[in-house]
């Protein structure tokens, strides 16, 4: 790895270095999370490995990693790098590129003039960056590291054939952008000037004229797609590439050492899903996964983002990212006139890089095509919008949003495979020297025994037993999060153990040991970025038969990107949903008896039988003061059973004037709608459909909170 590009990202000299746990403590801790994933038997052999271990070469490793630490900024930067990106041979694409997709600007601007805007934007943010005229990233006032921030412009990773590296171009090597269209690669150079209306409209006349003059070429013929395939692969295409033609290295440097990529992206998605499929991956053809990261510009005016993560982490890119959507926003209400482009009146200044290409190389690139399209089809990305209810309410109960969030993922992986997963959640350390994340293990004891209440034996535990597992379980998770933030987790640490042994020194057995190893191994991997600027956000599955969770946490919503290889991602959502909407409804109900529910939910099934029946018959107009009472009942809403509202009016029995009335309350905020809709709605085909899916809700979702019948 180069020396750096960016001035002033040292971290602060206030910053401390990332602490070395107790190895007492880690074995305590790795305990606790560990025992729960595996039978008494399989435990309690891994775990007298660990005891060996701690009384034979432990300490020795440790006092290694002590004396590292001294002579080091952080200890484990490098271990970390090696371990989790350079000595990773999957494909990046897939495996380890992170991915944003950002909210809709007030007005969809051209795709050029957006691009240009964006390049403007991040060109501003680099300069802002080395003249030290950052302010420095802080958590509740509490400093950040920014160590990271020299690595965000003109670096790229390159794959080696047993590990890879990043390169950080100099300053006066990188001062171009590097854009992608078609399968092609060209360089554009940035004007230079302080009229900011000036440099984005002499960008969009270069980036216009790529798309003019420019053919997109077949998806064989294109050498991005190589940057998808497996890093082994990737390896040996790069290096007949660079070996077709004399010229090609000189291109492939160009390429490289750009500021950045933006891609000129042919589709256009508009469903969540292709949103995040196509600033996941696209068709591979227009990207350079290698960069350090890729603007994505889309035919319809959509743009989002895709982050190489060797060296940075996505929290540092959302700064930029902000900074970005700000200045693309604020060009959406100037509206931008196409006068303003052909005012110019100078010649574009775009290099196309043409590669030459051999036989050996397109079939590289055949293969690489063969790969990537392989792998999509092997895949299964699925989004959650719930909008039930968002961080306000779940705080109102008394609980750590992101840890209520981590137990709804824990519920709804049981409910699908009836077991508790190995998970991973992501916790930042950068608040030392050089710090980037932690492994907050999200399962205890506490929340398998609440999986298991609630899906194995639900009627065995009464609401209030169910409600305290799960505070329990929340609390645990809220916890063993802070400590990871605070340098207290066990992975690094253990890591770093496994890291400190000499070559010639015997490995000790709990390294290899099946329960070790399968505590590690993250079916669910997840993290949270909860910013207002993302519509999108994810990555793929970090192993095969696991999930990648990416979730956003908003005032009054929650939203989930999952991503794995068809091990079921639609299902998880649905069963995320459910789980969400049952975990409030506990945690607000347990004070409750299980037959005041079954009343409530009993009347609630009565009023959706009443409005299919209601449905059935004539339409008759609603009374004045019935139009009233249902908009009211329809705005009042109800966020539990325990905070009635009226869910819907139907004829009363008594009499058989126009007037309704209001027979239950409870959760079905639907069943309001749909009668206040009612004179609107063509057939009642579709008030059936209603009845079914509500009446699977209130009986089925809530049947371990309801007494058994008798």
């Not at 002499?202 to 890093?231: D, F, K, M, Y």
């Not at 060296?311 to 959302?318: G, I, K, S, V």
């Not at 207290?488 to 010639?504: F, V």
């Not at 459910?578 to 009993?602: C, G, K, S, W, Y």
Request: one cysteine or more; glycine letters at 4%.
């Amino acid at each position: 790895m180069n020396a750096s590009n960016t001035a002033g990202t040292e971290p602060s000299t206030t910053l401390e270095k990332l602490p070395i746990p107790e190895l007492d403590d880690t074995v305590a801790r790795f305990a606790t999370v560990v025992k729960p994933l595996f039978s008494d038997n399989e435990f309690e052999v891994c775990l007298g490995k660990m005891k060996e271990f701690v009384a034979t070469q432990g300490p020795v490793l440790q006092e290694r990693l002590r004396k590292r630490s001294a002579e080091q900024q952080n200890w484990m930067e490098e271990w970390w790098n090696e371990y989790a990106y350079f000595l990773n041979r999957a494909s990046i694409c897939f495996n380890v590129n992170y991915f944003f997709g950002f909210r809709d600007t007030p007005r969809r601007l051209r795709q050029t003039q957006l691009a240009a805007v964006l390049i403007e934007s991040a060109m501003r943010f680099r300069e802002q960056l080395e003249s030290n005229n950052l302010e420095t990233d802080n958590i509740r006032g509490k400093p950040m590291c920014m160590h990271q921030y020299q690595y965000m412009f003109g670096t790229c990773r390159h794959p080696g054939k047993t590990r890879d590296w990043t390169e950080v171009y100099p300053r006066n090597e990188s001062g171009h952008v590097a854009v992608a269209y078609g399968g092609r690669f060209f360089t554009v150079q940035v004007p230079t000037g302080s009229n900011q209306k000036a440099t984005i409209a002499q960008l969009e006349r270069q980036l216009q004229a790529i798309i003019n003059t420019s053919t997109p070429v077949e998806r064989n013929q294109a050498i991005g797609v190589l940057t998808a395939a497996t890093r082994d692969d990737w390896y040996a295409g790069r290096e007949s590439l660079l070996q077709a033609a004399p010229a090609n290295v000189d291109r492939l440097r160009q390429l490289e050492s750009a500021a950045f990529l933006v891609s000129l992206e042919t589709s256009a998605p508009t469903t969540h899903e292709e949103f995040s499929l196509a600033c996941h991956c696209g068709d591979g053809a227009s990207r350079y996964f290698d960069k350090n990261f890729q603007v994505l510009v889309f035919a319809n005016g959509r743009y989002g983002f895709n982050g190489e993560h060797s060296l940075t982490d996505a929290t540092t890119d959302m700064r930029l990212c902000n900074a970005m959507v700000q200045d693309a926003e604020a060009a959406a209400v100037k509206d931008c006139a196409e006068a303003d482009i052909a005012a110019q009146g100078l010649e574009p200044q775009t290099t196309e890089l043409a590669f030459e290409l051999n036989d050996a190389v397109r079939v590289h690139i055949a293969r690489a095509v063969d790969y990537f399209d392989a792998t999509v089809a092997a895949h299964e990305l699925s989004t959650l919008a719930f909008d039930g209810f968002g961080k306000e309410q779940v705080k109102k109960l008394g609980v750590s949003p992101d840890a209520f969030v981590q137990m709804a993922m824990q519920l709804a992986y049981y409910r699908q495979f009836r077991h508790v997963p190995a998970t991973y959640e992501s916790a930042s350390t950068k608040a030392f020297a050089r710090g980037r994340t932690e492994t907050s293990r999200s399962v205890s004891e506490h929340s398998v025994a609440w999986c298991r209440a609630m899906v194995d034996q639900p009627e065995q535990t009464g609401l209030q037993a169910k409600a305290e597992q799960l505070r329990e379980a929340i609390a645990h998770q809220a916890r063993f999060t802070a400590q990871c933030a605070r340098g207290s987790g066990i992975d690094r640490h253990l890591l770093g153990l496994e890291y400190a042994l000499l070559p010639h020194e015997p490995r000790p057995a709990v390294f290899d040991d099946a329960v070790f190893a399968a505590s590690r191994h993250w079916r669910l991997s997840t993290s949270q970025i909860s910013d207002p600027i993302l519509a999108a956000y994810g990555w793929g599955e970090v192993v095969d038969d696991g999930f990648g969770v990416a979730y956003r946490i908003e005032g009054d919503a929650l939203h989930f990107n999952v991503v794995s290889q068809r091990m079921g991602s639609e299902r998880l959502c649905r069963y995320l949903s459910d789980a969400l909407t049952d975990m409030r409804f506990l945690l607000a109900n347990a004070h409750r008896q299980p037959h005041e529910i079954r009343a409530e939910v009993d009347a609630v099934a009565n009023v959706l039988a009443s409005i299919k029946l209601l449905s059935a018959s004539p339409r008759r107009p609603l009374s004045p003061a019935s139009e009233a009472a249902c908009v009211s009942s329809s705005e009042s809403g109800s966020a539990s059973v325990s905070e009635p509202a009226s869910v819907a009016h139907v004829p009363s029995s008594s009499d058989d004037s126009d007037q309704f009335r209001a027979p239950a309350a409870g959760e079905a905020a639907a069943a309001r709608a749909v009668v206040a809709e009612l004179d609107r709605l063509p057939s009642n085909e579709i008030i059936c459909a209603l009845e079914m899916r509500l009446s699977r809700f209130v009986r089925e979702s809530l049947s371990w909170a309801l007494p058994s019948a008798t």
